[in-house]
């Protein structure tokens, strides 16, 4: 279940998901005939943008039927049964600083895929949307959990779209933080912990928009060691 933003426009420009962050993971878990869905608040077509060349894998994705016919057709949260789906995926973009972190539906449709079982896999601002995840002691997801995210010093730096961060509602590292996140910053200078695995308990993520691949790459190995384990 890859959850994405309804939100099309930040600071008078446009905005949504960030193709690269659906378009790659999404190609190459089809690759492998995974099924997907996509929620986002509003339904219907969700908003997606882009800054760079496309790729080959993105080009692929685009001329995919599965890949349109998802994007043009995301799923209301009322119409999600957590028990369908083993995986969610949380691409990034700014829309979500907006709408998803406070959606309660959408937040208690991760946490019941999470609780039962499953897997999550962010990458860029997507991790953003796990801030306000709790699950059903009352605890944050994030909680313990470890992961990296969207560097601070990058968004203060470089990120124009959200005037630097200064538009964002909050800063995605101290709000991970605050909940008790073994969180891992990227290092400015080494880029290390860009990516990061805690596979005990079943949380994959990515920093920045180049991240689709790992992502992809790492749920698959996590789908094949949960269903190794059923088998036994």
């Known amino acids: 279940l890859f959850v994405c933003t309804s939100v099309d426009e930040v600071n008078g420009k446009k905005n949504g998901t960030f193709l690269s962050e659906i378009a790659v993971p999404f190609i190459l878990l089809e690759e492998k005939n995974i099924e997907m869905d996509i929620v986002s608040p509003k339904g219907g077509m969700i908003p997606i943008y882009y800054k760079f060349d496309t790729t080959e894998t993105i080009n692929q994705a685009l001329q995919s039927k599965y890949y349109n016919e998802k994007i043009k057709n995301s799923l209301v949260p009322n119409q999600i049964n957590p028990k369908d789906y083993n995986v969610v995926i949380l691409p990034g973009g700014y829309g979500q600083f907006w709408d998803i ?107 920045s928009a180049t991240g689709g691949e790992f992502i992809a790459e790492q749920v698959l190995i996590l789908l094949e060691k949960i269903t190794t384990n059923e088998r036994q």
Not at 102 to 120: R, T
Not at 156 to 176: N, Q, S
């Open 101 to 207: 972190h406070e959606h309660q539906q959408i937040n208690k449709i991760i946490a019941a895929i999470y609780e039962n079982g499953g897997i999550i896999g962010s990458l860029g601002h997507g991790t953003s949307s796990l801030v306000n995840v709790n699950l059903s002691n009352g605890e944050p997801l994030v909680k313990d959990k470890t992961m990296t995210c969207f560097p601070s010093w990058f968004e203060k730096e470089i990120m124009f779209e959200a005037d630097y961060g200064k538009l964002l509602p909050f800063d995605m590292e101290e709000e991970l933080e605050k909940r008790n996140a073994n969180l891992k910053k990227v290092d400015k200078e080494t880029r290390s912990n860009s990516q990061i695995v805690d596979a005990e308990n079943r949380i994959i993520t990515a920093s």
